[in-house]
Nanobody, 114 residues
Framework: QVRLVVSGGGSVQPGGSLKLSCAAS????????LDWYRQAPGKSREWVAQ???????FYEDDVKGRFTASRDAAVNTAYLQMDALKPEDTAVYYC????????WGQGTRVTVSS
């Protein structure tokens, strides 16, 4: 059974950093393209970033230059490093395989506030 568990959220002040983890089980984090998404309060889930099978990364314009997607084969985990956080980054963050999605799970909450 394929499972993705996201962790690492928390509360930070504007300008702060967080690193989210997306731990995979039942599959390799490397065999599929992986997307990061977020859902802000009262809004629909939106795409944030992608890391392809080959390791190429893409980012939504609002996070480009601030967020970095990566993967670590040793722990079968993908990461989203989030720097220079803004209040508008406040959301629940998720990861999933866009071409073979699994259960979304609980996500991890990120709150950016002074």
């Amino acid at each position: 059974q394929v499972r993705l568990v996201v962790s690492g959220g928390g509360s930070v002040q504007p300008g702060g950093s967080l690193k989210l983890s997306c731990a995979a089980s039942g599959t390799s984090i490397f065999i599929n393209t992986l997307d990061w998404y977020r859902q802000a309060p009262g809004k629909s889930r939106e795409w944030v970033a992608q890391i392809t099978k080959s390791g190429t990364t893409f980012y939504e314009d609002d996070v480009k230059g601030r967020f970095t997607a990566s993967r670590d084969a040793a722990v079968n985990t993908a990461y989203l490093q989030m720097d220079a956080l803004k209040p508008e980054d406040t959301a629940v963050y998720y990861c999933n395989f866009p071409y073979d999605p699994t259960d979304w799970g609980q996500g991890t909450r990120v709150t950016v506030s002074s």
